[in-house]
């Protein structure tokens, strides 16, 4: 069990009130509050170690780079990979873009496939369309069953000798549907095609290992695992990441260079072009560190409790439509609805004003709404230090939304 | 709560002058595309004066009073005068709205000035 009193009391955004009530922060699908572990290792190393990385012959460039690996290594563990499978970027939206780019010019054609699904973030959508804009490849959609799941059969049937690429997220950001990775590994591997994961809302909240799931890279960012903005990582074999060809290029991704040609560092350095994201690097393995001391099983049990509590509450009210399964265990910590008639940003105005944060919008998957047939959705996520009574008041303060606008 | 304003509240429970005009001599659609958002404006006007008015729409409550709200504020107001309306009028008139909805108070009256300057 998580001592979220003793949780809490290391997150000190959560002392402040907001429109004079305790903050009760419902949107840690979006970012996530950061301990006093993870801001103090940031400053930490802005007072005492700040150097750049992989250059200096001095003392501080020394230590600043052993922290930077550190926060490699830590993270590497963290999901079950080895440290050169760890590429630092700025975010999820940059790693994709990185796998979508260099995988593009690895081995996307003319006339080959890559397969999506119908609940990506736009993160995972936009970099595939604009690879096969370049490329003159075809985009394939994968939909979703009315149960709020990825249809298996449609990606069964869309997987074909063509399919190079199958990219797919973990956990949608708005239905919370759990997908499959295995399975989808396993029929994309059948044909030779590269599995691309966007894990952004599953490395957070699940215990995940990437041996596990089977996938060949896989992103995720920083600031919804409790660190700072700015971190990113793509994982990937090894052996794939040797053959990938850079995205971003300039200092420290190289090996040799001349005025007309350059060669290219080892991975992961041929992917971290300039200067890296060091503090916040340092941040990340903290947070990891945070993280791994509650437990990440210790964790999902967490969001578990709050989303099935969420769920209950939520389907009991008529007023309410639930998007996504109805069964807690077949989702992550997010649970997106709307009120009959209600604006979600009416919602999500309302209950501001008694200091509850909520998400209100298209939550960047429009696709999926549309396929919804609403222009917008509110949701509520979780995380390591939300209570059981947050979502009480909650959901009383819903009820009275209803009888204001409803 | 209060950023819901009793105008604004009175307003999205009993709309004014929604619905459509036959034969409009100005017909607008103004839309937030990010929100879904959507007002429909007809003016019909007689003389350089907005004789009748209806709106039509979906969307949030503030945008959807806002939008009723203003066709009460413009019937029998010659276009001209229309034509300088500053969002501070429309904003005062809802009794204020608070800085993250502002774009959806202002949404009618963005419609209203596209169906003005192709008037």
């Given at each position: 069990?998580?001592?979220?009193?003793?949780?809490r009391?290391d997150?000190?955004?959560l002392?402040?009130?907001v429109?004079g009530r305790?903050l009760?922060?419902?949107?840690?699908?979006?970012?996530?509050?950061?301990p006093?572990?993870?801001?103090?290792?940031?400053?930490?190393?802005?007072?005492?170690?700040?150097a750049?990385v992989?250059?200096?012959?001095?003392?501080l460039?020394a230590?600043a780079t052993?922290?930077?690996?550190?926060?490699?290594?830590?993270?590497a563990?963290f999901?079950?990979?080895?440290p050169?499978e760890?590429?630092?970027?700025?975010?999820?939206t940059?790693a994709?873009?990185?796998?979508a780019?260099?995988?593009?010019e690895l081995?996307?054609g003319?006339g080959?496939?890559v397969?999506?699904?119908?609940?990506e973030?736009?993160?995972n959508?936009i970099?595939w369309q604009?690879?096969?804009?370049r490329k003159?490849a075809?985009l394939?959609?994968?939909?979703v069953?009315?149960?709020?799941?990825?249809?298996?059969?449609?990606?069964?049937?869309?997987i074909?000798?063509?399919?190079?690429?199958?990219?797919?997220?973990h956990?949608?950001n708005?239905?919370?549907?759990?997908?499959p990775?295995?399975?989808?590994a396993?029929l994309?591997?059948?044909?030779?095609a590269v599995v691309?994961v966007d894990?952004?809302?599953?490395?957070?909240h699940?215990?995940v290992?990437v041996?596990?799931?089977g996938?060949?890279?896989?992103a995720?960012?920083?600031?919804?695992m409790?660190?700072?903005?700015g971190i990113?990582?793509?994982?990937g074999r090894?052996e794939?990441l040797?053959?990938?060809?850079p995205?971003?290029?300039g200092g420290?991704?190289?090996?040799?260079v001349?005025?007309?040609r350059?060669t290219?560092?080892?991975v992961?350095?041929?992917?971290?072009a300039?200067?890296p994201?060091?503090a916040?690097?340092?941040g990340l393995?903290?947070?990891?560190?945070?993280?791994?001391?509650?437990g990440?099983e210790?964790?999902?049990r967490?969001?578990l409790?709050?989303?099935a509590?969420?769920?209950?509450?939520l389907l009991e009210?008529?007023y309410?439509?639930?998007y996504g399964?109805?069964e807690?265990?077949?989702?992550?910590?997010?649970?997106?609805?709307?009120?009959?008639?209600?604006?979600?940003h009416?919602?999500?105005?309302l209950?501001?004003?008694?200091?509850i944060?909520?998400?209100?919008?298209?939550h960047?998957?429009?696709?999926?709404?549309?396929?919804?047939?609403i222009?917008?959705?509110?949701?509520?996520?979780?995380y390591?230090?939300?209570?059981?009574?947050?979502v009480?008041?909650f959901?009383?303060a819903?009820?009275?939304?209803?009888e204001?606008?409803? | 709560m209060?950023?819901?304003?009793?105008?604004?509240?009175?307003h999205?429970?009993?709309p004014?002058?929604?619905?459509r005009?036959?034969?409009p001599?100005?017909?607008?659609?103004?839309?937030?595309?990010?929100?879904?958002?959507?007002?429909?404006?007809?003016?019909r006007v007689?003389?350089?004066?907005?004789?009748?008015?209806?709106?039509?729409g979906r969307g949030?409550?503030i945008s959807q009073?806002?939008?009723?709200l203003?066709?009460?504020?413009?019937k029998?107001?010659?276009?001209?005068?229309?034509?300088?309306m500053k969002d501070?009028h429309?904003?005062?008139?809802l009794g204020?709205v608070?800085?993250?909805r502002?774009?959806?108070?202002l949404?009618?009256?963005?419609?209203l000035?596209?169906?003005l300057?192709?008037?």
């Amino acid at each position: 069990m998580i001592d979220v009193k003793a949780v809490r009391a290391d997150f000190p955004i959560l002392e402040r009130k907001v429109n004079g009530r305790p903050l009760v922060y419902l949107d840690s699908g979006a970012t996530s509050q950061k301990p006093r572990q993870v801001i103090e290792a940031v400053a930490r190393f802005y007072r005492e170690h700040n150097a750049n990385v992989h250059r200096g012959l001095y003392q501080l460039a020394a230590e600043a780079t052993d922290l930077y690996e550190e926060a490699r290594a830590k993270v590497a563990r963290f999901i079950g990979a080895a440290p050169e499978e760890i590429v630092f970027t700025h975010g999820t939206t940059e790693a994709l873009n990185l796998a979508a780019y260099s995988l593009g010019e690895l081995l996307v054609g003319e006339g080959d496939e890559v397969v999506v699904t119908a609940m990506e973030h736009h993160a995972n959508l936009i970099p595939w369309q604009q690879l096969a804009r370049r490329k003159g490849a075809r985009l394939v959609p994968v939909g979703v069953t009315p149960e709020g799941e990825l249809d298996l059969g449609e990606l069964a049937e869309a997987i074909s000798d063509r399919t190079k690429v199958v990219a797919a997220v973990h956990v949608s950001n708005v239905l919370g549907t759990i997908n499959p990775v295995p399975e989808i590994a396993e029929l994309a591997h059948k044909v030779g095609a590269v599995v691309v994961v966007d894990a952004a809302q599953s490395v957070p909240h699940l215990p995940v290992s990437v041996r596990e799931l089977g996938a060949d890279l896989l992103a995720f960012s920083g600031h919804k695992m409790l660190g700072p903005t700015g971190i990113g990582v793509l994982w990937g074999r090894k052996e794939l990441l040797e053959k990938l060809p850079p995205f971003l290029t300039g200092g420290e991704m190289i090996r040799e260079v001349w005025l007309d040609r350059a060669t290219w560092n080892d991975v992961p350095y041929k992917f971290e072009a300039g200067t890296p994201p060091v503090a916040q690097a340092v941040g990340l393995g903290a947070a990891v560190d945070y993280l791994s001391s509650l437990g990440m099983e210790e964790v999902r049990r967490h969001d578990l409790e709050l989303t099935a509590r969420t769920l209950e509450g939520l389907l009991e009210r008529d007023y309410v439509t639930v998007y996504g399964p109805t069964e807690p265990e077949a989702r992550g910590g997010v649970v997106a609805f709307n009120l009959r008639g209600i604006h979600p940003h009416d919602v999500a105005t309302l209950l501001d004003q008694e200091g509850i944060a909520i998400r209100a919008g298209h939550h960047c998957a429009q696709p999926l709404h549309r396929l919804l047939g609403i222009p917008a959705s509110c949701r509520v996520s979780f995380y390591v230090y939300n209570t059981p009574e947050e979502v009480d008041t909650f959901l009383s303060a819903l009820d009275r939304v209803w009888e204001a606008l409803g | 709560m209060s950023p819901y304003e009793e105008v604004i509240l009175e307003h999205w429970r009993n709309p004014r002058n929604k619905g459509r005009l036959d034969a409009p001599d100005v017909d607008v659609v103004e839309a937030n595309p990010l929100c879904g958002d959507v007002v429909r404006l007809q003016l019909r006007v007689r003389d350089g004066v907005v004789e009748d008015v209806r709106f039509d729409g979906r969307g949030c409550a503030i945008s959807q009073a806002a939008a009723s709200l203003l066709t009460d504020m413009i019937k029998g107001k010659p276009l001209a005068e229309l034509k300088g309306m500053k969002d501070e009028h429309l904003l005062d008139a809802l009794g204020g709205v608070i800085r993250t909805r502002l774009n959806c108070a202002l949404l009618p009256l963005r419609a209203l000035r596209k169906g003005l300057s192709s008037a």
